[in-house]
């Protein structure tokens, strides 16, 4: 089978290298002229001439990216299947779309209202009381297009930086962590789960994913189950799903957001479960049997951002593993990310540091639970 992917970064790449073992082949399409996927039939397509020759040569599609122009995937529909579909691309790349949705599921969201100039967003931050983020509704991400607002004051100035018509307002959550849930759904309506991940962020862009927790109540992991199985559900939806979530003191979640596709809070799969998040989104989309969600052991991701450091000295690292994706330095890049095991999380987060040590610039590794 064919498969063909609509974007061609790391997230493309590592869907290859998880679906060769199945005997897949990938036709990469990139719209920007920048693919680094570095693997498979890569077609640079910047003025959407090359559509038809792509489609000519897959059996079916996917996306590493939702932020696609939704007329071009219902285009795309009318001649391959998509999985997911452009219906939860239309949902997952816009914030009000996705709030409205969580609304409608009865999931937990932080307060918010959508305003569409800066007198507007300043009622909002006094309705809501500081501090706030404001974030735009379509096109963010890595904490792009957000501010954090601490006095409606500032209103004005955060609406010209953020310099976009629309905009989510939130209340700003006081969370404990900040944690993510990764379902799969097949084709025929089976759904799994992996143990959800805590996620540290520092300046807006993911640093560290661990999982499973140690000190995760069963009950929060059954209701982010539920939660993302309503999603699934309702989206009558195919492959990965991502859910990000804060919690709070007293252990109940509010979904941040979603994404419609596998996720880098997922890469500790990729060596810590028994099913990587890769393989199992193929699987989905192919209507194959889903792999086991279980993790093997505690893992940790870290990534590697702005500077590679030294690889070797990463791998000295007993049971670490360096999955690199072949693109050039600059501040702000994620670049590779090593995944880290350990049989307890006490090891484990030793090794973490250790880690974070030896990358130029990591943030020092904090986990909730230490
Ligand atoms: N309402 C909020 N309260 C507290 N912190 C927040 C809130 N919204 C966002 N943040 C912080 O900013 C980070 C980025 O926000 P968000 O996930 O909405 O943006 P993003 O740009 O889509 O990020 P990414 O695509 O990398 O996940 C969050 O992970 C969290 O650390
Ligand atoms: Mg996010």
Same mark, same amino acid.
């Given at each position: 089978?064919?498969?063909?992917?609509?974007?061609?970064?790391?997230?493309?790449?590592?869907?290859?290298?998880?679906?060769?073992?199945?005997?897949?082949?990938?036709?990469?399409?990139?719209?920007?002229?920048?693919?680094?996927?570095?693997?498979?039939?890569?077609?640079?397509?910047?003025?959407?001439?090359?559509?038809?020759?792509?489609?000519?040569?897959?059996?079916?599609?996917?996306?590493?990216?939702?932020?696609?122009?939704?007329?071009?995937?219902?285009? %795309?529909?009318?001649?391959?299947?998509?999985?997911?579909?452009?219906?939860?691309?239309?949902?997952?790349?816009? *914030?009000?779309?996705?709030?409205?949705?969580?609304?409608?599921?009865?999931?937990?969201?932080?307060?918010?209202?959508?305003?569409?100039?800066?007198?507007?967003?300043?009622?909002?931050? *006094?309705?809501?009381?500081?501090?706030?983020?404001?974030?735009?509704?379509?096109?963010?991400?890595?904490?792009?297009?957000? /501010?954090?607002?601490?006095?409606?004051?500032?209103?004005?100035?955060?609406?010209?930086?953020?310099?976009?018509? *629309?905009?989510?307002?939130?209340?700003?959550?006081?969370?404990?962590?900040?944690?993510?849930?990764?379902?799969?759904?097949?084709?025929?309506?089976?759904?799994?789960?992996?143990?959800?991940?805590?996620?540290?962020?520092?300046?807006?862009?993911? @640093?560290?994913?661990? /999982?499973?927790?140690?000190?995760?109540?069963?009950?929060?992991?059954?209701?982010?189950?539920?939660? %993302?199985?309503?999603?699934?559900?309702?989206?009558?939806?195919? &492959?990965?799903?991502?859910?990000?979530?804060?919690?709070?003191?007293?252990?109940?979640?509010?979904?941040?957001?979603?994404?419609?596709?596998?996720?880098?809070?997922?890469?500790?799969?990729?060596?810590?479960?028994?099913?990587?998040?890769?393989?199992?989104?193929?699987?989905? %989309?192919?209507?194959?049997?889903?792999?086991?969600?279980?993790? @093997?052991?505690?893992?940790?991701?870290?990534?590697?951002?702005?500077?590679?450091?030294?690889? $070797?000295?990463?791998?000295?690292?007993?049971?670490?593993?360096?999955?690199?994706?072949?693109?050039?330095? *600059?501040? &702000?890049?994620?670049?590779?990310?090593?995944?880290?095991? /350990?049989?307890?999380?006490?090891?484990?987060?030793?090794?973490?540091? $250790?880690? $974070? /040590?030896?990358?130029? &610039?990591?943030?020092?590794?904090?986990?909730?639970?230490?």
């Amino acid at each position: 089978m064919n498969i063909g992917v609509l974007g061609a970064g790391q997230l493309g790449r590592m869907l290859a290298l998880a679906g060769y073992p199945l005997g897949n082949r990938f036709t990469f399409l990139d719209t920007t002229g920048n693919p680094s996927a570095g693997i498979g039939d890569v077609m640079v397509d910047t003025d959407q001439q090359h559509l038809t020759e792509f489609l000519s040569k897959v059996d079916l599609v996917t996306y590493e990216f939702e932020h696609l122009p939704v007329p071009l995937v219902q285009a %795309i529909e009318e001649h391959k299947p998509v999985h997911p579909s452009s219906e939860a691309i239309r949902v997952c790349q816009n *914030r009000a779309e996705e709030k409205a949705l969580f609304d409608r599921l009865a999931i937990p969201t932080p307060a918010y209202r959508l305003v569409e100039s800066a007198e507007a967003l300043e009622a909002a931050v *006094r309705e809501l009381g500081t501090p706030v983020v404001a974030k735009s509704v379509t096109d963010g991400y890595d904490g792009k297009g957000q /501010a954090v607002i601490k006095d409606p004051a500032n209103a004005a100035e955060a609406w010209r930086s953020i310099n976009h018509p *629309r905009l989510i307002v939130e209340a700003f959550v006081d969370f404990v962590r900040e944690v993510s849930i990764i379902a799969v759904r097949g084709r025929d309506g089976q759904v799994v789960f992996y143990p959800m991940a805590e996620n540290l962020h520092v300046d807006g862009i993911l @640093r560290y994913s661990l /999982a499973p927790m140690p000190d995760l109540d069963a009950a929060v992991q059954q209701t982010a189950d539920e939660y %993302i199985r309503a999603l699934l559900d309702e989206l009558d939806y195919v &492959g990965v799903l991502t859910l990000e979530l804060f919690q709070a003191r007293d252990g109940s979640l509010l979904a941040n957001e979603m994404a419609p596709r596998v996720h880098n809070s997922g890469h500790w799969t990729m060596d810590g479960a028994v099913t990587s998040q890769f393989e199992n989104h193929l699987r989905a %989309i192919q209507g194959l049997p889903l792999g086991d969600t279980a993790a @093997r052991m505690p893992s940790c991701m870290v990534n590697v951002i702005g500077q590679e450091g030294e690889p $070797a000295r990463l791998l000295e690292i007993e049971d670490a593993h360096l999955h690199r994706y072949g693109k050039g330095e *600059r501040p &702000g890049r994620k670049l590779a990310h090593v995944n880290l095991m /350990a049989p307890t999380h006490e090891a484990l987060v030793e090794k973490v540091r $250790a880690c $974070a /040590a030896l990358l130029p &610039g990591a943030p020092a590794p904090r986990f909730s639970f230490e």
